[in-house]
């Protein structure tokens, strides 16, 4: 995905997010929406996260499979990450001006048969064990300082499970990708 392409899904989740909270027009969706062009008609998986200008995360949404042409997910899960992660309280018109949104587009999931085979800081990781899961996006690891043992001992707690679940042979992994952008700082 070129610059322009990029910025212009970042403008949209800002969009997104403004006009919920001032009840503004959507033109850059209803732009999109009409067209109904690659690449914003692609259905890819997708995260957006709000994070806070020193880098606390604020919230994250997203969906690993495509649900719907970026145009229309985008919006949505930037809405879901502002209002509805039952991690943090609604965010507030005042606080727009103090958060930067990112976005992670990413690749299809792929089963690995060894969590030593997770390539910390380029894959994204699905833990399943049972009817537990979580998930943790490629850059969270790297942006904890985290080492692999430290990340899937996290990512075991995030499921529910004990820490060390993740060596249990009836865990089940699966990586993937991300391209992330992420606005500019002003």
């Not at 999109?32 to 606390?56: M, N, Q, W, Y």
């Not at 969270?140 to 499921?159: F, H, I, N, P, Y």
Request: charged letters at 25%.
């Amino acid at each position: 995905m070129n610059q322009v392409d990029q910025k212009t899904l970042l403008m949209l989740a800002r969009e997104a997010i403004t006009s919920t909270l001032t009840h503004s027009d959507t033109p850059i969706y209803d732009r999109l929406k009409r067209e109904d062009r690659p690449p914003f008609s692609h259905e890819l998986g997708c995260f957006v996260t709000i994070h806070t200008k020193e880098g606390a995360l604020r919230g994250c949404i997203g969906n690993l499979w495509g649900r719907g042409p970026l145009w229309q997910e985008i919006p949505k899960l930037a809405r879901e990450s502002a209002f509805n992660d039952p991690r943090f309280h609604p965010l507030k018109e005042a606080e727009l001006k103090e958060v930067v949104l990112e976005i992670s587009l990413l690749s299809r999931l792929q089963v690995i048969d060894d969590w030593k085979q997770i390539r910390l800081g380029v894959d994204g990781v699905l833990l399943s064990h049972g009817y537990h899961r979580a998930v943790f996006l490629p850059q969270v690891a790297t942006e904890q300082g985290w080492d692999l043992q430290t990340m899937l001992s996290q990512l075991s707690r995030k499921a529910g499970l004990d820490p060390d679940a993740y060596t249990d042979m009836a865990c089940r992994f699966e990586v993937f990708q991300a391209e992330v952008y992420t606005e500019d700082l002003p």
